[in-house]
């Protein structure tokens, strides 16, 4: 039986849900963000991103909460088609004090030889999100690319922005193409306001703008079908990136969805990252 949500992924890459936070809980993710953000531009959280928010000394209760959102999870079942599904991380988004341009890209580049495979059959196996706490204009796609290998026209426009690295200034985008983000053939702006999500495909070609005038907070994380982090590397991304979720012990209840996404992810990173069983590792 068709689903709309998963025939919108498999043909867009990527799907809306409008108002997927509920208000009250998006007030108490801003109230648990609200010590990670007082560090934005300092220190080892730096800008951009705080890759990790699960990890013990920055944990939210809130977090969990969000998680484990029904709608959120049956959106990302439907999509993958499973409910066998695993955690592929959390983190959040924070924007930029300064203007600064995500360059146009897919999370794997052209020549990474898992691509041709991912972009044939495996269309939406994986999924990233980006949920916003405030209005988040950063996200461009464009609609459709992760089912088919680059055209000349993407290539080109993105090879144009080589030398100013992944992030780099917007004057230095600018000097390069007076429409850094727009010029990309195809590309569409992703409009989300306070409480709304996009899944996408993170082998979409996307890229972002951050302007310093913009609160951004948009949580980052995403789903993956079980079997493919087995099968494929790329569907591993990240497995490294939370020793802590080994011993959840200080989550509480996890949760109906979470829970068992939290287990097949453990026992992803057991498989293949045995050196992060330490004891030292699980305590964070
Ligand atoms: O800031 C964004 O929304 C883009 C994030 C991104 O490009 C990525 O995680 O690959």
Redesign the pocket.
């Known amino acids: 039986m068709s689903c709309p949500l998963r025939d919108d992924f498999l043909r867009d890459g990527f799907i809306l849900l409008r108002g997927g936070i509920p208000l009250p809980l998006l007030e108490e993710l801003r109230s648990g963000l609200a010590p990670i953000l007082a560090h934005r531009g300092l220190g080892r959280i730096g800008t951009l991103r705080h890759q990790t928010i699960l990890e013990p000394s920055s944990y939210h209760p809130s977090f969990k909460e969000f998680l484990d959102l029904p709608r959120l999870n049956r959106a990302a079942a439907a999509v993958i088609d499973s409910t066998d599904i695993a955690f592929a991380g959390l983190g959040v ?1 924070i924007g930029s004090a300064d203007h600064r341009v ?1 360059r146009w ?1 897919r ?1 794997f580049k052209d020549g990474y030889p898992e691509l041709p495979a991912l972009l044939k059959r495996h269309h939406a196996d994986f999924i ?1 999100f ?1 949920c916003a706490l405030y209005d988040d204009l ?2 461009w796609v464009v609609p459709g690319s992760h089912r088919r290998a680059s055209t000349p026209g993407e290539s080109a426009f993105s090879a144009r922005f080589d030398v100013v690295g992944f992030n780099g200034t917007y004057e230095q985008a600018r000097a390069i193409d007076p429409d850094p983000l727009s010029g990309m053939p195809g590309a569409i702006n992703v409009v989300l306001a306070a409480g709304d999500c996009v899944l996408y495909n ?1 082998l979409l070609w ?1 890229a ?1 703008e951050y302007r310093p005038e913009w609160i951004r907070t ?1 949580l ?1 994380g995403g789903w993956r079908k079980t079997e493919m982090m087995y099968a494929f590397e790329a569907m591993r991304w990240g497995l490294e990136h939370n020793p802590w979720l080994l011993e959840p012990s200080y989550l509480g209840d996890a949760g109906t969805f979470l829970g068992p996404q939290l287990a097949r992810y453990a026992e992803a990173v057991r498989h293949f990252h045995p050196e992060l069983t330490a004891p030292a590792h699980a305590t964070g």
Do not use: K, R
Request: charged share 10%; proline share 8%; aromatic share 0%.
């Open positions: 988004l995500c890209h999370d990233q980006n950063s996200l993170p996307h972002a948009t980052h």
